[in-house]
Each structure stands twice: as C-alpha cells, then as structure tokens.
C-alpha cells in the first residue's frame, strides 16, 4: 500500500519554470515537493551556452540549473527525481498525484512539465536509437570523436547542436528541410565553421545500416537529386513536443498538445496553475518560463491563503 | 560491485550516480573522456560509447537511466 503524504503544492516538472516555482513557494513557506521525470533542468540541462540570460553573459545550462536547484533547496523545497508519475487526479479537493511510490494529497498543483524532443518521423528511427540516432548532443556527441555526424533541424536548437559537434566530430551536414530559423549569433558560428556542410531544402528520407546507422538517404528538393550520405551518427532536432500525457482527460489542451492557461498562469481547475513551455503562449524562452513559474507560485499562495481562510 | 561508465556534462550519468547513492548502494565510477582504458571497457561490454552503462559482471549492462533495470541490478548484487 502506497503512503499518503499532504503537500501544499505538488510542482510537476523540474525544469526553469517548476524549479522558480518551487523556489518563490518555498520562501513562501509552502510545504512544496517537486517531482521530475527525467533531467532535473528540463531541456535546458542540454543547452551547451546560454547568452540570453539577463545578467549572465554566457553560462552553461548545467551551470546555470545546479546554481537555481541549489537556491531552491536552501529555501526547503524538496525535489524528488527518481519517483515517477504515474496519473494525476485534479478536480478533487485535494488534488492527488500518484507516483510509483506514493500518493501526494496537494492543495495546488503547478504544472511544469516542459516539452521533449520530437522523434524522428522515420521507421528506422527507433531501430537505430543509441545506435546512431540521438536526441542529446552533451550526452552523446564525445562518442563521434573523429567522425563523420548529421544534425537533422534549422532552428536554434538544431544550429547550436551543430556548432557544439564540431568539438568532436570530424564533419558535420546541417540537413533542414527549409531555410534556417535560428538566430543570427549562431547562424555566424555555423557557416563561420568550416567543419559543417549546410544543406538547405534538403529533406532526409532514410536511414540505413546493419547494426547502427551508416548512411543517410537525402532528397534535394531544389534539383531533385536524391543521394546517399555516409553518417556514423545523426542528432535529431525537429522540435519539440509538450509532456502533457498525464492531463489530457482533465484540462483542455491546445490544437498543439499544450495546456490552455492564460498569462495569470491559471487552468479551467482552481488551484492547478500551468506554467513554461508546456502553457499554450506565443513566445517560449528560458525568461519566460522564470516568469510563469513566479506568476504561478505566487498565484498559488494566493489560492492556498482563500482556501485555508 | 557496481561500475557506471560515464562522463561528468551527461545529465543521465549524474542521474544514475545520484539514484545509487540515494539507495545507499557503493559503485566504481569510470569516466570514459578521463580514461581511454574506461572507454574501451565500455564500448566492449554496450558496444558503443552511449553512456551511462552500470554494469556488475561486464556482461549484462543497464544503458542510460533505467530505474526499474536499475533496481533488477541492485538485486543481484
């Protein structure tokens, strides 16, 4: 029988937005456990050089998250990473989390479940995964030392994964279907290099090999000529998807998966907040999901301090 | 014993090293950037550089951060 433990807010998702969360309720002195299903930091565990961060000129998301977890925990919020969800019921009083453990009773709920990287749409992805297709350069590119990789991806995330390869890999094709998307700093690194090939308007249609990935089928949309590549390895960087399994029988979500919550970070349930890149918004930055995570902790309190009288 | 191959910037290596720790379990920690020697265990036993590998025997391994597999292999130690 699984333990029942009370909590006034159960954060789900340890990344930027549900770290600041945790860390404006625990100066709030809310009883406040986080739980995180895979990497504490989210996405931005994986960012090789952050300059966006106002006040920090260049950091690196590893740096920048042990320094954020650090300050959360000194102000007594708990962060669980190893306990997995595994369903969330929210329209009770108390709303109940249930992980493979125990069962959390919380008062309010801040959703902060962030995105994952989209897989690559082809059948032989899965076949090869770990075997030459990769969706984490920090974890997996010191294994193309002297090698020949393919990122698949334009937007920043697929340009500065390319500009990060070419620490260990010995060639690197940039392989986008359309025109680039990435900002104009990293554009500049990237044909600045002379290690990557960019192919443009170029489209990848197969993956090939015995045992793990040797060759990649690529289709030029511009003159039609279809070749093949030799690749020891690809890193895939097509976007992302919002983790939002867990709630879709209970909040409405968006035509693209993310939870419906206005800029007051509130869902169409009292007491469980959305907030960063798994709210439905215009704009997704590391800033903004900092903002949503403060807009929610404090709404929250509020919510708590009504429901407490 | 256990033995995690691993490198100090993979977020799953920490993972793994942080769940043996919470668990109380001892392991040897082999960084494959620090130690060739490392490097080419682990690609002997995985077949590849994808890491983290735990492994107790050399033979059976759990690759990345597998709880559940985690859990199998802290049993049969």
Request: proline share 2%; aromatic share 6%; with cysteine.
């Amino acid at each position: 029988m699984k333990e029942r433990i009370h909590k006034d807010v159960v954060i789900i998702g340890a990344g930027m937005a549900g770290l600041t969360a945790a860390l404006y309720c625990g100066r709030m002195n809310l009883d406040t456990l986080v739980l995180e299903n895979a990497i504490i930091g989210g996405q931005i565990a994986n960012a090789t050089d952050i300059e966006n961060f106002p006040g920090l000129a260049s950091v690196s998301g590893k740096d920048l998250i042990s320094a954020l977890q650090r300050q959360t925990e000194s102000f007594g919020a708990v962060i669980d990473e190893f306990d997995e969800i595994e369903r969330v019921t929210l329209k009770t009083s108390p709303k109940i989390v249930e992980t493979q453990e125990k069962i959390y009773e919380a008062d309010a709920v801040i959703i902060a479940s962030g995105m994952n990287r989209r897989k690559i749409p082809l059948a032989e992805g899965r076949k090869f995964e770990t075997r030459g297709v990769h969706y984490c350069e920090l974890c997996d590119g010191h294994a193309y030392a002297g090698k020949i990789v393919a990122v698949m991806g334009g937007g920043n995330a697929a340009v500065d994964a390319a500009n990060f390869l070419t620490k260990y890999a010995e060639k690197i094709y940039l392989i986008h279907r359309s025109e680039l998307r990435a900002d104009e700093v990293s554009q500049k690194r990237l044909f600045a290099n002379k290690k990557i090939t960019v192919m443009l308007q170029t489209e990848i249609k197969a993956l090939r090999g015995d045992k793990r990935l040797e060759e990649i089928e690529i289709f030029d949309k511009v003159s039609g000529v279809t070749k093949v590549i030799a690749v020891d390895g690809i890193f895939v960087n097509i976007g992302v998807e919002p983790n939002t399994k867990l709630f879709s029988d209970e909040l409405t979500l968006s035509a693209s998966g993310r939870i419906v919550a206005g800029e007051d970070c509130r869902t169409e349930i009292a007491g469980v907040f959305a907030a960063g890149d798994v709210r439905e918004k215009e704009i997704r930055q590391l800033t903004t999901a900092a903002s949503d995570g403060t807009t929610a902790a404090l709404l929250a309190e509020k919510y708590l301090s009504k429901l407490h009288g | 014993m256990i033995t995690v191959f691993g490198f100090e910037g993979c977020p799953y290596c920490v993972k793994t090293k942080r769940y043996l720790e919470s668990r109380g379990v001892e392991y040897n920690y082999r960084d494959i950037e620090l130690s060739a020697e490392a490097a080419a265990e682990c690609q002997r036993i995985s077949g590849d550089l994808t890491v983290p590998v735990t492994t107790i025997d050399g033979v059976n391994y759990v690759l990345g951060f597998d709880k559940k597999k985690l859990d199998e292999l802290i049993a049969s130690a």
